[in-house]
């Protein structure tokens, strides 16, 4: 039976980046089949809802899911369940792919294309671990209202114990196949839910982490040590928000957010989602400059962790450190090819 991989491209450069993944997939797993649905404003546009029943469906009986970007200015005065962002949450709980991996490698091409020193960031590889169906992103109650007069606007972080430990199970397990440390983050010291986080961390680490070594850091000084000194970090594990923000600081550390692709898993036997961590760019989207790097190694990672071709994914991994030795460059990186001579780049190089 054929292995089925289904490109979601949503909004924005979504199509753009997920249009040349599609290529390189061909090119690389020609045996694949490949389907494509509708996510985020484009399934609004279409439907009147960010993420159908059907699309659902259609994710769950797929091997992997390939998801470009949702969101733009286009849909931003919509209510909130109408918004694409709802979308892209509903298919990550729909799915339940609570381990939301983001990697962040520094190409030897692009020491010189990151921010800051090369000193910092050169040989840098470390692995985020973001819980991604839980936390404040979805905790009740939640809202704007009124009370006493008063206007205001709550969200409520929440965490239940098998939520962080199985997460903390999938940072363990990573950390084993890498150097072995993990750096769990929170802020205990004012949240209870970071607080109730350390010390599941803790009794998962003592029933779950044997050869791993357990960090505790405060989310903000994690901020700050990720730009001073990167490469402390292997295995970061963080909870929805703190995995969110630390990964796009981590982004910058590779040169471009361009560069960040992720992976998103559930249980062992269940679709994975796959999708780059940027989002739709609006003020670069129709313009073909956007760089697919971060499109085309999540398809790497969908290879790797759903679909079980592992050489091809390292063929694809060395094809893009390889265009990019040879000079390839998008605009974000500092160079004028378009997102298809990019991925032209690669295709070459494999
Ligand atoms: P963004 O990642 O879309 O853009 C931030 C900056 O990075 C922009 O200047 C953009 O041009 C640049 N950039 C992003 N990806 C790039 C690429 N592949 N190549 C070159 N440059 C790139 O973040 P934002 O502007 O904060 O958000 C825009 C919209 O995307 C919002 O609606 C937001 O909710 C949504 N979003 C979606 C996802 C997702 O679908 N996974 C992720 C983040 C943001
Ligand atoms: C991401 C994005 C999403 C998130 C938004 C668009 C819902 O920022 O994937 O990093 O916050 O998870
Ligand atoms: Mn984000």
Redesign the pocket.
């Known amino acids: 039976m054929h292995q089925t991989l289904l490109l979601l491209p949503g909004d924005g450069i979504g199509p753009e980046v997920v249009a040349e993944a599609r290529r390189v997939a061909e090119t690389l797993a020609p045996d694949l089949k490949i389907e494509e649905g509708l996510v985020g404003g484009a399934s609004i546009d279409a439907y009147g809802d960010p993420l159908t029943d059907e699309t659902l469906a259609h994710a769950r009986h797929a091997d992997a899911v390939l998801l470009g ?3 733009g200015p286009k849909w931003l005065n919509a209510p909130r369940d109408k918004r694409p ?1 709802a979308g ?2 509903a298919i ?1 709980k729909g799915l339940d792919v609570f381990a939301n991996l983001r990697p962040a490698f520094c190409f030897p091409a692009l020491v010189d294309a990151s921010s800051l020193k090369r000193e910092v960031v050169e040989g840098l590889d470390l692995m985020i671990v973001r819980e ?1 169906t839980g936390g404040v ?1 979805f905790g009740q109650p939640r809202g704007i209202d009124e009370l006493g007069g008063l206007r205001r606007g709550y969200d409520t972080a929440i965490y239940t114990h098998p939520e962080i430990e199985r997460v903390a199970r999938v940072a363990f397990e990573i950390a084993r196949g890498r150097s072995g440390k993990v750096c769990s983050v929170e802020k205990s010291n004012v949240m209870e839910s970071g607080l109730f986080w350390r010390q599941e961390v803790t009794l998962a680490h003592a029933e779950l982490g044997a050869g791993v070594e357990l960090s505790h850091m405060y989310a903000d000084a994690c901020a700050m040590e990720l730009v001073r000194a990167p490469k402390q970090f292997d295995v970061i594990l963080a909870d ?1 928000l703190f995995g ?1 923000i630390l ?2 600081a981590a982004a910058m550390l590779t040169g471009s957010i361009g560069m960040l692709p ?1 992976a998103s898993l559930g249980a062992p036997g269940t679709p994975g989602l796959y ?1 780059p ?1 940027h ?1 739709s760019a609006p003020d670069i989207a129709g313009k073909g400059i956007a760089n697919p790097c971060a499109a085309i190694l999540s398809l790497e990672m969908a290879l790797r962790w759903s679909l079980g071709r592992e050489k091809v994914a390292d063929m694809l991994f060395a094809a893009v450190g390889k265009a990019l030795d040879r000079g390839a460059r998008t605009k974000d990186l500092g160079g004028s090819l378009t997102t298809r001579e990019m991925a032209d780049a690669i295709i070459a190089a494999l």
């Open positions: 970007a949702v969101g962002e892209l949450l990550r991604l992103y929805n969110d990964s796009d992720s999708e961590v989002g």
